[in-house]
T-cell receptor, first 109, second 116 residues
Framework: GQNIDQPTEMTATEGAIVQINCTYQTSGFNGLFWYQQHAGEAPTFLSYNVLDGLEEKGRFSSFLSRSKGYSYLLLKELQMKDSASYLCAKGGATNKLIFGTGTLLAVQP | KAGVTQTPRYLIKTRGQQVTLSCSPISGHRSVSWYQQTPGQGLQFLFEYFSETQRNKGNFPGRFSGRQFSNSRSEMNVSTLELGDSALYLC???????????????FGPGTRLLVL
């Protein structure tokens, strides 16, 4: 199978740190992507991991463990504008992305 | 650089009709992928085109088809529309090099289709 699993919803407080987990089937793996999607808008690219470890990009970091089929997205210093859906996607062959159903993050004051 | 554009943005059709959606990729990108997004299923891969050829296909019925033109613009067509085809249809473009593996895909705003 190609299941991508991530929590459906999360809530966090402005200024805090939140970690969104994603697990995936390891077969046919060609990288792990994270996208952000605000309601009514297109998904926008956040990060890509193909090797194990942590990739840091400003307030956002993404981690990958290929052997465990596990990734997480870490958001620091949360802002209200970070309220959105966060989509985990496994890269397959020729630009085929297998997406999870997304994690809806609500940032509260 | 202009982003990915899709037309139309909104569409209402009735069951049994057919529909054609259009996508213009980022200039220089040769790969266009199409996805269907619904609340229950999330984003699901439809197909990917590169150099006017379909390189990969998802698990959708043959009513869903597409094509790509020499300028990399792409269209997708859905025939004999069903109520369940109501969704947001997103296209995404990428350079398409190295077989498209590991490339970041950039999404357009989508076409929201409602089938009545």
């Amino acid at each position: 199978g190609q299941n991508i699993d991530q929590p459906t919803e999360m809530t966090a407080t402005e200024g805090a740190i939140v970690q969104i987990n994603c697990t995936y089937q390891t077969s046919g793996f060609n990288g792990l992507f994270w996208y952000q999607q605000h309601a009514g808008e297109a998904p926008t690219f956040l990060s890509y991991n193909v090797l194990d470890g942590l990739e840091e990009k400003g307030r956002f970091s993404s981690f990958l463990s290929r052997s465990k089929g596990y990734s997480y997205l870490l958001l620091k210093e949360l802002q209200m504008k970070d309220s959105a859906s966060y989509l985990c996607a496994k890269g397959g062959a020729t630009n085929k992305l297998i997406f999870g159903t997304g994690t809806l993050l609500a940032v509260q004051p | 650089k202009a982003g990915v554009t899709q037309t139309p943005r909104y569409l209402i059709k009735t069951r049994g009709q057919q529909v054609t959606l259009s996508c213009s990729p980022i200039s220089g990108h040769r790969s266009v992928s199409w996805y269907q997004q619904t609340p229950g299923q999330g984003l699901q891969f439809l197909f990917e085109y590169f150099s006017e050829t379909q390189r990969n296909k998802g698990n959708f019925p043959g009513r869903f088809s597409g094509r790509q033109f020499s300028n990399s613009r792409s269209e997708m067509n859905v025939s004999t529309l069903e109520l369940g085809d109501s969704a947001l249809y997103l296209c995404a473009s990428s350079p398409g090099l190295a077989g498209g593996i590991g490339e970041t895909q950039y999404f357009g705003p989508g076409t929201r289709l409602l089938v009545l």
